[in-house]
């Protein structure tokens, strides 16, 4: 069993910075590619972006340029910067993890509000 525990959410005006942090936690297991979605009120879970074990990064076209995942294998936990956040990006942020056994584990989200 793996607990995956996101943090960083908060509320920020239009332009500023967040960085979320998602860290997992548990016993024998091993993470291969971890990732955030996103989802915003009264709309469906999308995908933001991914990291494999081994750095390869893809993100979402809304995403690219303003968020930054990134990885830290030896504390099992992933990142999102995000920077320039915008009202639309208002939404409930999750982590996930692809654990090498094909099982996926989420978090239960950091909300992240955009307003001024």
């Known amino acids: 069993q793996v607990q995956l525990v996101e943090s960083g959410g908060g509320v920020v005006q239009p332009g500023e910075s967040l960085r979320l942090s998602c860290t997992a936690s548990?016993?024998?297991?091993?993470?291969?590619?971890m990732g955030w979605y996103l989802q915003a009120p009264g709309k469906e879970r999308e995908w933001v972006g991914t990291?494999?074990?081994?750095?390869?990064?893809n993100y979402a076209d809304y995403v690219k340029g303003r968020f930054t995942i990134s990885r830290d294998n030896a504390k099992n936990a992933v990142y999102l910067q995000m920077n320039n956040l915008q009202p639309e990006d208002t939404a409930v942020y999750y982590c996930?993890?692809?654990?090498?056994?094909?099982?996926?584990?989420w978090g239960k989200g950091t909300l992240v509000t955009v307003s001024s």
């Open positions: 548990g016993r024998g297991f091993t993470i291969n590619t």
């Open positions: 996930r993890a692809m654990l090498m056994s094909g099982i996926p584990s």
């Open positions: 990291i494999t074990r081994g750095g390869t990064i």
